[in-house]
């Protein structure tokens, strides 16, 4: 299977940080990240990125940052608070799609819903605009949050008028609005639980996310369809709030490794590869028992600090490989 059609662990995060407003940001093979940037930035920042929606093998759709690349999911989208973001969707498939924000401010023309004509055509090239805000102070000793937040994106117009067709079938991805001051991580991964697929395929198909023992990886949940999950990450655990740390001792904060996923959720956390527990294959799952009997299981393979393969790690990939799933479901890449 092309690696260009499902996405895996993503190792060079699809960013949008270009320095300068107005420069398109570039593929994922240049490493665009906001590792690039000082935290401390300037907010209302304006930038620009391209993403072309294409047809996929086995019947899916998919976002990409240049033609021939789409991906299931989409690229990870960031931005910083504050910030704006301007996307040109070129649709090169012959179904109407859009690309549809969670978390962030948009106007009727960038909605990418059909109920207010916000959509690409067949062929067609349109430009959305997603706006992100910073907390400020409001009456009565209260604060109107801002954007920050795990969120993410998808298609709002093929199939339906509600876009179900293109969600089914791929089309979606991760949003991140990061406060200025968040810790970046060294590695990204989003997961999203689509009906009982993840990332639209089933075990032993699912895929197997790669980090090195002590970096930061940061996880992005998502779910879609019609079905209510939980989301499960063996031997490690974060903090049930806004990034998965705690800001201190007495951060209230419950400690959990087990959060729900149901339809149009999302959330993320960071964790320290193999803090506590060491090297080695570790599951992600879902933890309705029958959804991970059915193929809804993956593997986050931990290797040693210097990249190498801890013992026993290749018998265990293998065992997963081996175990018997439920048969493909429809939607899912063959």
């Given at each position: 299977?092309?690696?260009?059609?499902?996405?895996?662990?993503?190792?060079?995060?699809?960013?949008?940080?270009?320095?300068?407003?107005?420069?398109?940001?570039?593929?994922?093979?240049?490493?665009?990240?906001?590792?690039?940037?000082?935290?401390?930035?300037?907010?209302?920042?304006?930038?620009?990125?391209?993403?072309?929606?294409?047809?996929?093998?086995?019947?899916?759709?998919?976002?990409?940052?240049?033609?021939?690349?789409?991906?299931?999911?989409?690229?990870?989208l960031e931005m910083w608070e504050g910030d704006t973001l301007?996307?040109?969707?070129?649709?090169?498939?012959?179904?109407?799609?859009?690309?549809?924000?969670?978390?962030?401010?948009?106007s009727t023309d960038s909605d990418g819903s059909p109920l207010?004509?916000?959509?690409?055509?067949?062929?067609?090239?349109?430009?959305?605009?997603?706006?992100?805000?910073?907390?400020?102070?409001?009456?009565?000793?209260?604060?109107?949050?801002?954007?920050?937040?795990?969120?993410?994106?998808?298609?709002?117009?093929?199939?339906?008028?509600?876009?179900?067709?293109?969600?089914?079938?791929?089309?979606?991805?991760?949003?991140?609005?990061?406060?200025?001051?968040?810790?970046?991580?060294?590695?990204?991964?989003?997961?999203?639980?689509?009906?009982?697929?993840?990332?639209?395929?089933?075990?032993?198909?699912?895929?197997?996310?790669?980090?090195?023992?002590?970096?930061?990886?940061?996880?992005?949940?998502?779910?879609?369809?019609?079905?209510?999950?939980?989301?499960?990450?063996?031997?490690?655990?974060?903090?049930?709030?806004?990034?998965?740390?705690?800001?201190?001792?007495?951060?209230?904060?419950?400690?959990?490794?087990?959060?729900?996923?149901?339809?149009?959720?999302?959330?993320?956390?960071?964790?320290?590869?193999?803090?506590?527990?060491?090297?080695?294959?570790?599951?992600?799952?879902?933890?309705?028992?029958?959804?991970?009997?059915?193929?809804?299981?993956?593997?986050?393979?931990?290797?040693?600090?210097?990249?190498?393969?801890?013992?026993?790690?290749?018998?265990?990939?293998?065992?997963?490989?081996?175990?018997?799933?439920?048969?493909?479901?429809?939607?899912?890449?063959?």
């Amino acid at each position: 299977m092309d690696d260009n059609v499902v996405g895996r662990a993503v190792s060079r995060r699809a960013v949008l940080t270009a320095g300068a407003a107005g420069l398109a940001v570039p593929a994922v093979a240049a490493g665009a990240s906001l590792a690039g940037r000082p935290a401390g930035a300037a907010a209302g920042a304006t930038r620009k990125v391209t993403i072309y929606a294409e047809a996929l093998p086995g019947g899916l759709y998919g976002y990409g940052l240049a033609p021939g690349r789409a991906t299931v999911p989409g690229p990870i989208l960031e931005m910083w608070e504050g910030d704006t973001l301007e996307i040109t969707l070129v649709n090169r498939t012959d179904q109407r799609l859009s690309i549809h924000p969670h978390g962030v401010d948009y106007s009727t023309d960038s909605d990418g819903s059909p109920l207010n004509a916000s959509f690409n055509g067949p062929g067609e090239t349109r430009t959305y605009v997603w706006r992100s805000r910073e907390m400020v102070a409001a009456e009565g000793r209260r604060f109107l949050p801002g954007s920050a937040g795990y969120w993410h994106y998808h298609d709002h117009a093929m199939g339906t008028e509600h876009g179900t067709g293109g969600v089914a079938k791929g089309l979606y991805g991760a949003l991140i609005v990061r406060r200025r001051g968040d810790l970046l991580p060294e590695k990204q991964f989003t997961v999203v639980f689509n009906d009982m697929l993840i990332n639209n395929r089933t075990a032993p198909d699912t895929p197997m996310f790669e980090a090195n023992l002590g970096q930061r990886v940061e996880w992005i949940a998502i779910g879609h369809g019609g079905t209510f999950h939980t989301f499960h990450l063996h031997a490690h655990r974060w903090a049930d709030n806004r990034t998965g740390l705690l800001e201190g001792p007495a951060d209230p904060s419950a400690v959990i490794d087990t959060k729900d996923l149901n339809p149009g959720g999302s959330f993320g956390f960071q964790v320290r590869a193999g803090e506590g527990v060491g090297p080695g294959v570790w599951m992600y799952h879902c933890h309705v028992q029958f959804h991970s009997d059915g193929g809804m299981a993956g593997l986050f393979l931990v290797r040693n600090a210097d990249g190498s393969m801890p013992p026993g790690a290749e018998d265990a990939i293998h065992r997963f490989h081996g175990h018997a799933h439920a048969a493909h479901h429809e939607g899912v890449l063959e």
